[in-house]
């Protein structure tokens, strides 16, 4: 029978995720926003985040990190632990390790994995960690469920933030750098920008090996995201850029004339920032 998979949060992401797996697997989806749910197609609709912890085997948590504890407690306040007891969470949000999910869930399952734009067309870089409770068999499952986005990559999990400033920002400084250009352009420069986001990933601690797969592999699907999408640089750059997020601070940095190093050290400091300011209260 196949997995029941549920999804928390249907913006570029949780949709694109969505997208990409919902042929091969029963599919539930829940949103705040009901418009972003109804857009897609051949999946379950959730009424609540209750709703659909009960209903499914997995649950993806694809929502921004100052929402991630209203949603626990939701689902805490609603059923206790029971209603998570044996599911294997897969959480994409920016910024929050496995071991702040623990502590707000209990011994759960967890890994964690920061996908980029791309993986919206099949070309994604996709970075992945598991926490202390989940197994080898549950990285192997969401390994294979993510290679449906991409390119995917296990790594520990103090390497994930600076995934986070390089893979996943990475589309944002590259369309940022390819504003006025044709795709002929875009394409003739992509070389030397790889060039320099694989220096740029080493000068922050990836090896010479995963620092050029995340570079080469980023840009590829900058640009295969461009052709299929017909957005100009500066439109995919607004979709890869949400509002306080990584993206955002090296842009800031860009907009300033500062360097793509200093840029990507901005994004790993706010990556590290959304982790250490999110808080759980546990509610009633």
Not at 9 to 15: A, D, E, I, P, V
Not at 122 to 141: E, Q, S, V, W, Y
Not at 220 to 227: F, K, M, Q, R, W
Not at 238 to 250: C, D, P
Request: charged share 30%.
């Amino acid at each position: 029978m196949k997995k029941k998979i549920g999804i928390i949060g249907c913006g570029n992401m949780g949709s694109a995720i969505a997208e990409r797996i919902k042929r091969k697997y029963r599919l539930f989806v829940f949103d705040n926003d009901k418009e972003k749910t109804k857009r897609i197609e051949g999946v379950k609709l959730s009424e609540n985040t209750t709703e659909l912890a009960k209903n499914v085997d997995v649950i993806i948590l694809a929502v921004k990190p100052q929402d991630l504890t209203a949603v626990f407690n939701t689902i805490l306040s609603d059923s206790g632990k029971n209603v998570i007891k044996d599911k294997l969470f897969i959480s994409i949000v920016a910024g929050i390790t496995t071991k702040f999910i623990e502590v707000c869930l209990g011994k759960v399952r967890i890994v964690r994995v920061m996908p980029n734009l791309p993986a919206k067309v099949g070309r994604g870089m996709i970075c992945l960690c598991k926490g202390k409770h989940a197994k080898k068999t549950d990285l192997d499952f969401v390994k294979q469920l993510f290679e449906k986005l991409g390119k995917t990559l296990i790594m520990e999990e103090k390497m994930i933030d600076k995934s986070t400033a390089i893979s996943g920002s990475g589309p944002g400084y590259f369309y940022y750098n390819s504003e006025g250009k044709d795709i002929n352009e875009i394409k003739s420069m992509a070389p030397g920008f790889v060039t320099s986001l694989t220096v740029t990933a080493e000068e922050i601690g990836f090896s010479l090996s995963i620092a050029r797969t995340l570079a080469e592999t980023t840009v590829a699907g900058s640009i295969v995201y461009l052709e299929e999408t017909k957005l100009s640089p500066k439109d995919a750059e607004i979709q890869v850029a949400s509002i306080g997020g990584t993206t955002e601070a090296g842009l800031e940095v860009l907009h300033k004339g500062g360097s793509l190093t200093d840029a990507v050290k901005a994004a790993l400091k706010r990556a590290r920032e959304l982790g250490k300011k999110i808080k759980f209260i546990r509610v009633g």
